[in-house]
């Protein structure tokens, strides 16, 4: 069963890579290394932002299956508005110091970002509920249809209306967001109809208690993430920034392997109080998501720079130094993957708070001292150490936690035999 869902949410996540392919070789060839670095800015905004609306939004995951959803959504819905709200205010009084406002904010999507952060927020607390009600089914389907509509979208834009600049891509997020935050809803009266509702109501406190610990451990992470986009900008320029942001996308695509097998964990560690399967279970995905994350990258670390040229267009053959240097990142992010979900689903995020600060202590040095003197490979080289540095702080806590030793990071036969045993169950009709 778990191998199923693995390979159903491996699937979409999957699928969702080779749609950023081709998104991104639409951006590359038809938008141009500024107008693709001017975007990721504008996402990067609008993922910081989603951040702190997402304070109470991983809480739904582990509190889905133990209070009324109801009262989830309406808490969520609340919380929501009262960011856009305060961020608008933000923007507002920020524009008194027009320097600070558009080395933050690109000019002219202050109010796009403030709409696209609260739509996407509607959606991803659907998401949550879906995944914390073991709906995975139903979550990777609306995954699907956002990747789709942003792809299929983008590329009308550009073909049909001929936009060819960053509005093609904002626009393409509008539609990515509103077309499966409508299906979403289905799903979500279809739960809401059905439910018991002898299940407590939710309070703004636990949701926050728990909420907050892994939102600022996220907002920490997209620091050791983003961060070097600012600095890539400033001391490079928008069209550097466009190859990094090219290179990012592409190593992002194998992230979904650890990001998908973690999805399945957190789900069944989140309907379960038994800490040895538990352990037991993170352990053997945690030797899962390295193996194929390390053979993917490595794959497409040895492609070379004239293959991106050909792909994406000249002047992005430096992709590849990208791609070389956020290498051992990548592989730390699959292990994270696993760590982190472990410590949520086992109702301790604040362990994943700890991780990212330590990561960003190192972020921050790093992306000073690396990106004046190597520039792209200096961005991607401080990324890696500061994935790997999460990496350790997360498995010492966790060989604490539980017990593990450094022998069993090794695969070992029972690994094996459970593999087969798990294909073999797979090829049984549900």
Do not use: C
Not at 118 to 147: C, D, E, P, V
């Amino acid at each position: 069963m778990i191998l199923r869902k693995i390979l159903g949410t491996s699937g979409s996540r999957i699928l969702h890579a080779a749609s950023n392919l081709l998104l991104l070789w639409l951006a590359t060839n038809k938008l141009g290394s500024e107008a693709w670095g001017l975007s990721g800015l504008i996402l990067l905004d609008i993922s910081l932002l989603l951040l702190i609306a997402d304070m109470i939004g991983n809480a739904l995951v582990f509190f889905s299956s133990r209070r009324n959803t109801k009262s989830l959504l309406k808490l969520s819905y609340l919380w929501i508005g009262i960011v856009v709200s305060a961020t608008g205010l933000l923007f507002y009084l920020l524009q008194l110091f027009p320097d600070i406002y558009h080395f933050l904010i690109p000019k002219g999507y202050g109010i796009h970002i403030l709409l696209l952060v609260l739509l996407n927020g509607f959606h991803g607390f659907n998401m949550y509920i879906l995944l914390g009600k073991n709906r995975t089914t139903a979550f990777n389907s609306l995954f699907i249809i956002q990747f789709s509509t942003m792809l299929l979208s983008m590329a009308g834009l550009i073909y049909f209306f001929n936009i060819k600049d960053e509005r093609a891509f904002v626009y393409a997020l509008y539609a990515s967001y509103i077309f499966p935050l409508s299906i979403g809803y289905v799903f979500i009266f279809r739960i809401l109809n059905r439910e018991n509702h002898s299940k407590p109501d939710a309070s703004f406190s636990e949701l926050f208690r728990f909420g907050s610990m892994t939102q600022l451990s996220s907002i920490a992470h997209m620091l050791n993430k983003r961060l070097s986009f600012y600095f890539i900008n400033q001391f490079t320029g928008l069209s550097a920034l466009g190859i990094y942001n090219s290179g990012s996308q592409l190593t992002e695509g194998l992230r979904m392997i650890g990001q998908s097998i973690a999805l399945v964990q957190i789900s069944s560690l989140s309907n379960s109080d038994d800490r040895k399967y538990a352990k037991v279970l993170s352990l053997q995905l945690l030797k899962f998501s390295v193996i194929l994350t390390t053979v993917a990258i490595g794959t497409l670390a040895m492609i070379p720079s004239s293959v991106f040229e050909f792909i994406f267009s000249r002047g992005f053959g430096e992709i590849r130094i990208v791609i070389i240097s956020l290498s051992p990142g990548v592989v730390a992010l699959a292990a994270n993957a696993i760590f982190s979900h472990y410590f949520s689903g086992t109702g301790r995020p604040v362990y994943n708070l700890y991780a990212s600060l330590v990561g960003l202590g190192v972020t921050l040095p790093a992306v000073f001292i690396l990106i004046p003197a190597f520039g792209l490979a200096g961005a991607g080289a401080a990324a890696s150490l500061a994935y790997t540095a999460t990496v350790i702080y997360q498995w010492f806590v966790f060989k604490k936690d539980t017990g593990a030793t450094w022998l069993e990071l090794l695969i070992s036969k029972n690994d094996i035999s459970v593999a087969r045993e798990a294909i073999k169950n797979l090829k049984k009709p549900n």
